[in-house]
């Protein structure tokens, strides 16, 4: 953290102009004895000054030359001191000691410092914890140092934690983990002093759109508006204002170039609109879903709170210096739909770490079983396993599949209604939940496959979803199979890196031929070939990092 050492030296500089003074006051009373023994602390503390520049690696031998003229002033002072005119002696150290000063503002490099706005961060688990903390671990590579604002514990029912993940935290990173009391089902009492500058916090952004305000002010006279407003955007409403008073509180805004917020969950991005409007500096939002235009939302457009919350959305996208999608479809859809000016919004996906598979050998051989497997979270509606349940009932009834040989794993999280899918038709016996792994071992699990299964449903509203899953699979060389919009966003990278298949989820037939087709491969132990780092390179997570710093220094010329 070499911005922070540079600040620290510089404020120790401060304390020796300040001895120059208390040297003056001392000779002016002939008080030699404690000028001599202050001459000798400026010396120490001089050298103090040049150990910690030897710390920071940094080749800056003009600075330690000054440092070392001043010490040989210091010292030629201290041998004949009583024949110095106090005034005179003072301006010449101030002299020789500014020269160094200079010297360490000019030429000590300093990296930018971005301070991110993750509430998901390790150890907390769950895909969109990846994204952030690959770029927290990549973006010293271009830069920027980071420190990062998360919460300390999960929301009430996220499960998922993954300690092995904190190790890829560099150790230049400084992370501030929240509580956040609502969100982990704590009962807590809000007095009316801090319901008011919660609803400020909020209110504040909305303060130049009438009709906005109108509609705060609309919900407030409903039967549950407090309530409401109180968890708008999102629950965690509350810990954001809390992050932004801790941030002006505890932190030094001034020591950061730039904030940068990802949601979900949303209210993230009003921290960083907060400080944006506050202090003016420059303000990257991270959208990983869309709010209004997300297909698991599903509020009806004449719903109040859908239009206040297309108030907010509109007003943040427009107030950030810039803002990234995962997703092309997304992106367009907020030029289109919101009028984000171009120039504004760029794409990044998410992807995959190299650094991941450093361990994970590509395998030999085929596993004693036909692997079909999910990773991640099935939580959504349109997230049935039916297809392939159904497409796996006909290949063995046909014969052409031998059940015995056959598992379907699902390794994360499955909801209810896919759990009573399974015992409906019958498939416990080749059924396996693995439930949440270390992300390494799901990387393991997923090489050793023989198909890898991405799910998000046929309607055209999924276009822009890309699960962030769909790049581990790309570098996992295993062949997807994609039950997802045929014009869809991840239908398209499928299609470009030869990685596999998209298909409706009324393709019954093509289903069991894509699963056929795999499965006549394992029993003759073919072995898939390793993917082409060539062709999927382009989302590796370090690529991707480099282009959040172009973004980051584009921005803060601004």
Not at 346 to 354: K, L, P, R
Request: glycine share 6%; hydrophobic share 35%; aromatic share 10%.
């Amino acid at each position: 953290m070499k911005k922070q050492v540079k600040k620290q030296i510089i404020e120790i500089i401060k304390t020796l102009y300040e001895a120059h003074k208390r040297l003056s006051a001392l000779l002016e009373d002939q008080s030699l004895d404690a000028a001599f023994s202050l001459i000798c602390d400026c010396q120490d503390t001089a050298i103090q000054i040049g150990n910690i520049i030897d710390e920071t690696e940094s080749n800056i031998d003009k600075t330690i030359k000054l440092l070392e003229d001043y010490c040989e002033l210091l010292y030629t002072s201290s041998v004949n001191i009583s024949e110095h005119n106090p005034s005179d002696l003072e301006k010449a150290l101030n002299q020789n000691l500014s020269y160094a000063e200079e010297s360490v503002r000019s030429d000590i490099p300093t990296p930018h410092t971005v301070l991110m706005i993750a509430y998901y961060f390790p150890p907390l688990g769950g895909s969109g914890v990846y994204r952030s903390l690959k770029f927290a671990k990549y973006l010293p590579l271009y830069g920027w140092d980071v420190e990062v604002i998360s919460a300390k514990n999960p929301p009430k029912g996220w499960n998922f934690a993954d300690q092995s993940l904190t190790l890829e935290i560099p150790d230049s990173t400084i992370v501030h983990r929240l509580p956040d009391t609502l969100c982990q089902g704590d009962r807590v009492e809000f007095d009316a002093k801090r319901v008011n500058n919660v609803f400020e916090f909020i209110r504040e952004l909305l303060c130049t759109d009438r009709e906005a305000l109108s509609l705060v002010e609309k919900v407030l006279r409903s039967n549950n508006g407090i309530k409401d407003l109180l968890t708008f955007p999102d629950s965690c409403l509350p810990w954001s204002y809390d992050a932004a008073q801790y941030i002006e509180n505890s932190l030094d805004i001034t020591d950061y170039d730039a904030v940068f917020t990802t949601s979900g969950p949303y209210s993230a991005h009003i921290i960083g609109a907060y400080l944006k409007r506050k202090y003016g500096i420059s303000w990257i939002a991270d959208y990983r879903d869309q709010w209004t235009g997300n297909p698991l939302v599903g509020n009806s457009k004449a719903n109040i709170m859908y239009k206040l919350l297309l108030k907010l959305e509109t007003n943040l996208l427009k107030l950030a210096d810039h803002n990234i999608c995962v997703a092309p479809s997304a992106c367009n859809d907020y030029i289109a739909r919101l009028g984000v000016p171009q120039n504004k919004i760029s794409v990044i996906t998410n992807g995959y770490d190299e650094d991941d598979y450093k361990d994970i050998p590509f395998p030999s051989d085929r596993g004693e079983k036909f692997t079909i497997t999910f990773s991640g979270i099935l939580y959504a509606a349109s997230q049935t396993l039916e297809p392939i349940t159904q497409a796996l009932s006909q290949l063995f009834s046909d014969g052409l599949v031998d059940r015995s040989n056959v598992r379907l794993q699902v390794i994360g999280s499955v909801d209810k209604k896919n759990e009573d899918l399974i015992t409906s038709c019958g498939f416990d016996d080749i059924f396996e939940f693995k439930g949440y792994l270390a992300h390494k071992e799901t990387l393991r699990n997923n090489v050793n496959s023989d198909i890898l299964l991405m799910i998000t449903g046929n309607d055209q509203i999924n276009k822009s979803w890309i699960p962030g899953k769909l790049f581990d699979y790309l570098r996992s060389g295993r062949p997807i199979l994609s039950l997802a919009p045929k014009d869809g966003d991840a239908a398209d990278i499928i299609q470009k890196t030869g990685s596999g298949k998209t298909l409706s989820f009324g393709d019954i037939s093509g289903i069991k031929d894509f699963i056929l087709k795999e499965y006549e491969k394992w029993e003759h132990r073919e072995i898939p070939a390793p993917p082409d780092i060539n062709v999927i390179s382009n989302y590796e997570r370090k690529s991707l990092t480099m282009q959040l710093a172009d973004i980051l220094d584009v921005n803060i010329q601004i």
